[in-house]
C-alpha cells in the first residue's frame, strides 16, 4: 500500500509540475542545455523583436505507398534512426470513401515498415513474415489475425524505439496499438523491430476515443514515460496525456491546455521531445478544418473525387488538413501557433485533401542538399489521402533548430533574457543574418548592469550563416569566469534571426 502510495504522489508531481522558477529573483539553471527561442520562457524584455515561426522547405515525393499490400488509406507513419540507418512504420489499406475501395472489392488492415540509409531513398525489405494474398513476400509485421486476442486495429498503430536505459533488449522496439478487448492503448515488444508479441492483456490507458494516432515514448529528461492521445470535449478534437514512471497503466489522463490559443480541432499530436534539446517537447497536430461547400470549395483541387467521398459522408468531401506547431516544457501546458506550420500549397494535384499534410511521428538528421552545409531536419507529411491507388511521402527540411527565430528588422532590436546561470565556458549562437546584418551579445549581472569586459561595445559583431559560432568579446570567447553566476544576456540583433543558443566547452 505505501508503495502504492508513493507511485501516486510521484505522478501527481510529474504531472503537474512546471519546471520554472519560483520567483523572479530566482535565476534559471541553464546547465549547458541548448534553448531555443520557440516561446517567452526565457525572455524579460524585447523591444523590435519577434518570434518567428518557420515553415519546412517543401521537398522531394520519397516514396508512393502503392504495393497491393498498402494503399491510400496509408497514414500513422512513425520514423525513427535505428543504428546507422532509418525506419519508416506505416499503415496499409484503402480509405472506405475512396473510389480505389470500391474497386478493390474488399479491405484490410496491416502495418509495413521501410529502410533508408539517407531519408531519400526508402525499401521495402522482404521480411516473409505475413502472408497477403497467398505471399509473405512483402514488407508486412503485423495484421488483424495476429492481435485477435485484444481486438487490435494495425491501422491504428505508432512505433517507437525505447530509449530507456532500463528498457530490457527484447522489448527495444514497441508498438502501441488500439484494441476493443477491453477498449483502450496496448503495447507490443519487440527486439528487432519486425517481430513483435503482445506485452499485457491488460491495456495501459482506457479513458479517451483513441481514434488516432496515440503515442507513449521515454521522456529521459523527467525519467517518466508519456502519453498522448484523441479524445472529444464538447465534440471538438483534443488531446489527452499521462505520465507514469514505467509501464504499467497510466493515471487518469488530463487535457492538454494552450493559453491564449483559439480554439481549434486537432486531429493527431505528433509530441516528441526534441532531440538536440530534450527538454523541450515538440508536437505537429493535423488541424481538423470541415469548410462546409462553397464557391472556394469547389474550385479545390480534386472536385469530382471529393463529391464522391461526400456521398458517403458529408465532411469527407469539404474537409481540408494542414499541419500546426507547438511546443511545451512540463509535457501538459503548450505555446501552440496559430498559423499553419505546413500549408497545404499551390499544387493542383494530391493536395487540399483531408488526411493531408500529416506530419510523421518523429524526425531525422540528413545531409543537406547545399554542399558543405551543416546537416539539417527531415520531416515528413502524407500528400494525396484516399486518392489514387497510394498516399505519397512529401519530404520537408528545416535548418537545426530552425522551428522559430527571434528576428529583427535592419532598424534593429533587442531581447533581454530573464537571470540565468549556466556552466561551460563559451556562448554558442545558432544564427543568421543578412550580408548587412549583426548580433551583438552584452552579458549582464542580474540588476541589468554589464559586466566589465562583456558589454555590447567590446563584443565582435557576429554576422553570417551558422548552426553553432562562439560569440568573442575583445578577441576572448571564454566566459568560464561567470559559471554559476546569475547573469542576464541582451542580444542586440540587426536583419537577423537567432534561433538558439547555449553554453559549451570550448573546443580544443
Known amino acids: 500500500m505505501i508503495r502504492q502510495l508513493s507511485r501516486l504522489v510521484?505522478?501527481?508531481?510529474?504531472?503537474?509540475?512546471?519546471?520554472?522558477?519560483?520567483?523572479?529573483?530566482?535565476?534559471?539553471?541553464?546547465?549547458?542545455?541548448?534553448?531555443?527561442?520557440?516561446?517567452?520562457?526565457?525572455?524579460?524584455?524585447?523591444?523590435?523583436?519577434?518570434?518567428?515561426?518557420?515553415?519546412?522547405?517543401?521537398?522531394?515525393?520519397?516514396?508512393?505507398?502503392?504495393?497491393?499490400?498498402?494503399?491510400n488509406g496509408s497514414a500513422y507513419q512513425s520514423i525513427f534512426q535505428d543504428e546507422d540507418g532509418f525506419r519508416m512504420y506505416y499503415r496499409g489499406g484503402h480509405h472506405p470513401a475512396s473510389k480505389a475501395y470500391e474497386s478493390a472489392k474488399n479491405s484490410w488492415e496491416t502495418l509495413c515498415v521501410a529502410e533508408s540509409t539517407d531519408g531519400i531513398h526508402w525499401t521495402r525489405p522482404e521480411l516473409g513474415i505475413v502472408e497477403f494474398?497467398?505471399?509473405?513476400?512483402?514488407?508486412?509485421?503485423?495484421?488483424?489475425?495476429?492481435?485477435?486476442?485484444?481486438?487490435?486495429?494495425?491501422?491504428?498503430?505508432?512505433?517507437?524505439?525505447?530509449?530507456?536505459?532500463?528498457?530490457?533488449?527484447?522489448?527495444?522496439?514497441?508498438?502501441?496499438?488500439?484494441?476493443?478487448?477491453?477498449?483502450?492503448?496496448?503495447?507490443?515488444?519487440?527486439?528487432?523491430?519486425?517481430?513483435?508479441?503482445?506485452?499485457?492483456?491488460?491495456?495501459?490507458?482506457?479513458?479517451?476515443?483513441?481514434?488516432?494516432?496515440?503515442?507513449?515514448?521515454?521522456?529521459?529528461?523527467?525519467?517518466?514515460?508519456r502519453e498522448y492521445h484523441r479524445s472529444f470535449s464538447g465534440?471538438?478534437?483534443?488531446?489527452?496525456?499521462?505520465?507514469?514512471p514505467d509501464l504499467s497503466p497510466f493515471p487518469e489522463p488530463q487535457w492538454l491546455e494552450y493559453p491564449e490559443a483559439q480554439?481549434?480541432?486537432?486531429?493527431?499530436?505528433?509530441?516528441?521531445?526534441?532531440?538536440?534539446?530534450?527538454?523541450?517537447?515538440?508536437?505537429?497536430?493535423?488541424?481538423?478544418?470541415?469548410?462546409?461547400?462553397?464557391?472556394?470549395?469547389?474550385?479545390?483541387?480534386?472536385?469530382?473525387?471529393?463529391?464522391?467521398r461526400a456521398k458517403q459522408h458529408p465532411r469527407y468531401g469539404t474537409t481540408v488538413t494542414d499541419a500546426a506547431f507547438m511546443t511545451s516544457r512540463d509535457g501538459k501546458t503548450f505555446h501552440r501557433w496559430g498559423e499553419a506550420f505546413i500549408r497545404p500549397g499551390p499544387a493542383q494535384n494530391d493536395t487540399w485533401v483531408y488526411g493531408d499534410n500529416f506530419i510523421f511521428w518523429g524526425m531525422l538528421q540528413t545531409?543537406?542538399?547545399?554542399?558543405?552545409?551543416?546537416?539539417?531536419?527531415?520531416?515528413?507529411?502524407?500528400?494525396?489521402?484516399?486518392?489514387?491507388?497510394?498516399?505519397s511521402v512529401?519530404?520537408?527540411?528545416?535548418?537545426?533548430?530552425?522551428?522559430?527565430?527571434?528576428?529583427?528588422?535592419?532598424?534593429?532590436?533587442?531581447?533581454?533574457?530573464?537571470?540565468?546561470?549556466?556552466?561551460?565556458?563559451?556562448?554558442?549562437?545558432?544564427?543568421?543574418?543578412?550580408?548587412a546584418g549583426r548580433i551583438r551579445v552584452e552579458i549582464q549581472d542580474e540588476t541589468g548592469a554589464p559586466i566589465e569586459g562583456y558589454s555590447l561595445a567590446d563584443c565582435a559583431e557576429v554576422f553570417g550563416d551558422s548552426i553553432a559560432r562562439p560569440v568573442v568579446w575583445k578577441?576572448?570567447?571564454?566566459?568560464?569566469?561567470?559559471?554559476?553566476?546569475?547573469?542576464?544576456?541582451?542580444?542586440?540583433?540587426?536583419?537577423?534571426?537567432l534561433f538558439a543558443f547555449r553554453f559549451r566547452e570550448m573546443a580544443n
Not at 519560483?22 to 519577434?50: C, Q, W, Y
Not at 532500463?166 to 528487432?192: M, N, R, T
Not at 571564454?478 to 546569475?486: S, T
Open 394 to 435: 512529401r519530404r520537408y527540411t528545416l535548418r537545426q533548430d530552425g522551428f522559430v527565430s527571434a528576428r529583427a528588422h535592419f532598424d534593429g532590436g533587442q531581447i533581454l533574457t530573464k537571470p540565468v546561470t549556466f556552466t561551460g565556458s563559451e556562448l554558442e549562437l545558432n544564427f543568421s543574418t543578412s550580408a
Open 235 to 244: 465534440g471538438v478534437r483534443g488531446i489527452m496525456t499521462a505520465a507514469s
Open 133 to 225: 494474398n497467398g505471399s509473405k513476400q512483402n514488407n508486412l509485421i503485423l495484421d488483424a489475425a495476429m492481435v485477435a486476442e485484444i481486438g487490435g486495429s494495425p491501422a491504428h498503430t505508432a512505433t517507437f524505439k525505447d530509449t530507456n536505459p532500463d528498457c530490457p533488449a527484447d522489448q527495444l522496439y514497441k508498438i502501441v496499438i488500439v484494441g476493443s478487448k477491453p477498449k483502450g492503448l496496448y503495447l507490443l515488444v519487440s527486439e528487432d523491430g519486425f517481430h513483435f508479441h503482445l506485452k499485457s492483456k491488460t491495456p495501459l490507458v482506457t479513458k479517451g476515443a483513441f481514434d488516432s494516432q496515440n503515442l507513449i515514448f521515454w521522456d529521459a529528461v523527467h525519467g517518466v514515460y
Open 10 to 71: 510521484l505522478v501527481a508531481v510529474i504531472c503537474l509540475t512546471v519546471p520554472c522558477p519560483s520567483t523572479a529573483e530566482e535565476p534559471i539553471e541553464l546547465g549547458n542545455r541548448r534553448e531555443l527561442l520557440v516561446d517567452d520562457f526565457l525572455i524579460d524584455k524585447m523591444e523590435n523583436v519577434r518570434l518567428e515561426l518557420h515553415r519546412p522547405q517543401r521537398r522531394e515525393v520519397v516514396f508512393r505507398t502503392d504495393a497491393p499490400w498498402e494503399g
Open 475 to 497: 578577441d576572448n570567447s571564454n566566459v568560464q569566469a561567470l559559471a554559476g553566476k546569475p547573469v542576464r544576456l541582451l542580444f542586440e540583433l540587426k536583419d537577423a534571426d
Open 263 to 308: 480554439e481549434q480541432a486537432l486531429y493527431t499530436n505528433q509530441i516528441q521531445p526534441y532531440y538536440r534539446a530534450p527538454h523541450i517537447l515538440m508536437g505537429f497536430p493535423m488541424r481538423y478544418n470541415d469548410r462546409g461547400w462553397s464557391a472556394s470549395m469547389k474550385a479545390l483541387p480534386g472536385l469530382e473525387e471529393r463529391e464522391y
Open 367 to 391: 545531409k543537406s542538399h547545399l554542399p558543405g552545409a551543416a546537416d539539417e531536419i527531415s520531416l515528413y507529411a502524407t500528400e494525396g489521402y484516399w486518392e489514387g491507388v497510394g498516399t
